[in-house]
């Protein structure tokens, strides 16, 4: 039924409800009855129609609740798949990336030594023999640096940093101790000096530092 018909039959029905309400009589035209009966009956179809609608509606809305939440779920466990997925990923970068952190580790505390024994006073047979000057010296000892500070930009880029463990506790997951030694400066177990650096890797452990620690009886010794 249109809905402008349904609108005047339901307009005519309250205009009757109106009359009845006033107290004026209903009027003796047999067709006037007629109408009215016919609005009844059109009334109850239309509250017919809306429960059945209204049932269609539930329905509809029920299948679509089962059709979203099996949505969801398959959303969750997608989301699950690609969370493992890029975490082994992940993994298996870290796998094969880790060995190469470590050879450049390994260079840069060979760079270190290096630099750390031209520092050493050297005898003049040695400046001989090698027939350099103390200029000379300086440019290999500036050119060590320089690459020094090279592979070290390298390991930064890569999230690749050094612990730098003296002056704390000793904490036996980033560093292993290789000796003690007598400190009356510092409290018992403190880290007194790294022998070889330690370096973390996104905040996990690549390799452990190598340390001398504090022991207790610091400063009998002297007494």
């Avoid at 470590?102 to 047979?125: E, F, K, M, N």
Wanted: proline letters at 3%; hydrophobic letters at 40%; aromatic letters at 4%.
């Amino acid at each position: 039924m249109d809905d402008s018909i349904k609108q005047a039959l339901i307009d005519r029905f309250r205009g009757y409800l109106d009359t009845v309400e006033d107290g004026e009589e209903p009027p003796d035209d047999p067709g006037e009855t007629a109408d009215l009966f016919s609005v009844l009956v059109e009334m109850a179809a239309l509250r017919s129609e809306v429960r059945t609608e209204s049932r269609l509606v539930k329905e509809a809305l029920e299948q679509f609740r089962g059709v979203f939440d099996s949505l969801q779920a398959s959303q969750a466990t997608l989301q699950r798949e690609l969370d493992r997925a890029r975490t082994e990923t992940r993994d298996q970068a870290q796998s094969a990336l880790r060995p190469l952190l470590l050879d450049v580790i390994d260079l840069r505390d060979r760079l270190v030594a290096a630099l750390t024994l031209s520092a050493v006073a050297r005898p003049r047979w040695h400046d001989r023999l090698w027939r350099r000057d103390r200029s000379g010296v300086a440019a290999w000892q500036e050119g060590l640096r320089m690459t020094l500070r090279r592979l070290d930009q390298v390991l930064l880029d890569r999230r690749v940093v050094a612990t730098q463990l003296a002056g704390l506790p000793f904490d036996p997951r980033l560093a292993r101790a290789i000796g003690t030694a007598a400190d009356s400066s510092v409290a018992e177990g403190t880290v007194i000096k790294e022998v070889r650096a330690g370096f973390l890797w996104d905040d996990q452990v690549l390799r452990t530092a190598e340390v001398i620690v504090s022991k207790g009886d610091a400063g009998k010794g002297d007494r």
